[in-house]
């Protein structure tokens, strides 16, 4: 299934073609621990995919191989047909402008305001005119109700605000994906609950595809297409919400209805 030769335009494979984002039998250890063993998935462009399972199994590890921060073992990973593992960092700006990531604490700048944070984007890959970036912050922070606070340093911000600033920085690039590190962690029901309608938005306005690892059950139920759970650096499960909820896996229902005794 690998390819022989390094090439950004290079299709998927053929049996996979309109996939938006695949992983081919990716496997990654760190030392003699292996994370990730024979990986494969598959996303549609637009599809919503939560990644739950076990603490340490490997799901922000899965979403750094995807955006390029981390390479295979062995495996293949492809984002809208560009080869993601055979190119080299100065090669990534491409990957970089299309999946954008969400880290778990937002990852934002405390010297610079809200609306500089989202701005950063836009001035890093060059953007100087300053009505268009203006425009394209103003627009981002309404997406996420932040309009009004645009001028407030992360340090005054709520755990939740500070999420959706980065979120608005996600979306100011025009992402087509979105990486999302638990982004319901540390907010209480009515904070995530925002946080939900928010990529529910961004799915159904801007068409964008997400990647969502959580831990946040009744999230996955209100936002995800389809769920994966990872355990022991495989696929456990896969498939839509319900089917999560039917699956007859005593693993997977141990660990959905929070039975510790999956992580032993
Ligand atoms: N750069 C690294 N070097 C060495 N080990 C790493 C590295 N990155 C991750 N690991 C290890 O890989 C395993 C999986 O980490 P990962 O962060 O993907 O877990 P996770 O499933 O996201 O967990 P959690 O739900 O607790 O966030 C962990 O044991 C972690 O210590």
Same mark, same amino acid.
């Given at each position: ?13 053929? #049996? ?22 024979? /990986? ?14 076990? *603490?340490?199994? &490997? ?18 990973? =492809?984002?809208? &047909? ?32 809200? #609306?500089?944070?989202?701005?950063? $984007? ?15 912050? @103003? ?13 407030? =340093? $992360?340090? *005054? ?6 999420? @959706?600033?980065?979120?608005? @920085? ?5 992402? #087509?994906?979105?990486? =999302?590190?638990?982004?319901?962690? &540390?907010?209480? $029901? ?19 595809? *997400? /990647? ?49 005794? /999956?992580?032993?």
């Amino acid at each position: 299934m690998a390819e022989s030769s390094s090439n950004m335009t290079k299709p998927a494979p053929a #049996e996979s073609g309109r996939a938006f984002i695949e992983l081919i039998n990716v496997s990654k250890r760190f030392g003699s621990q292996v994370v990730l063993d024979n /990986v494969n998935l598959s996303l549609q462009h637009g599809e919503t995919l939560c990644i739950i399972g076990p *603490s340490g199994e &490997g799901k922000t590890v899965t979403l750094k191989h995807i955006i390029g921060l981390l390479k295979p073992d062995s495996g293949d990973i =492809y984002v809208d &047909g560009m080869h993601v593992n055979r190119l080299k960092e100065r090669e990534m700006a491409p990957i970089r402008q299309k999946v954008s990531m969400l880290f778990q604490g937002g990852a934002l700048f405390d010297n610079l305001t809200v #609306e500089q944070n989202v701005a950063f $984007p836009l001035l890093e890959h060059g953007l100087r005119d300053r009505e268009e970036i203006d425009r394209r912050v @103003r627009a981002a922070l309404q997406a996420v109700d932040l309009d009004e606070h645009r001028f407030k =340093y $992360p340090t *005054s911000l709520s755990g939740g605000m500070r999420k @959706r600033t980065g979120i608005a @920085r996600a979306i100011i690039d025009r992402s #087509e994906c979105i990486l =999302y590190d638990e982004p319901n962690s &540390g907010l209480d $029901p009515i904070g995530s609950d925002i946080i939900d309608q928010m990529i529910l938005r961004m799915q159904r306005r801007y068409k964008v595809t *997400s /990647v969502i690892v959580t831990h946040d059950m009744r999230s996955i139920f209100k936002i995800a297409n389809r769920v994966a759970m990872l355990y022991r650096g495989q696929i456990r499960f896969l498939g839509t919400p319900q089917e999560l909820r039917d699956s007859q896996d005593q693993i997977v229902q141990d660990f959905i209805n929070g039975r510790s005794d /999956v992580t032993g």
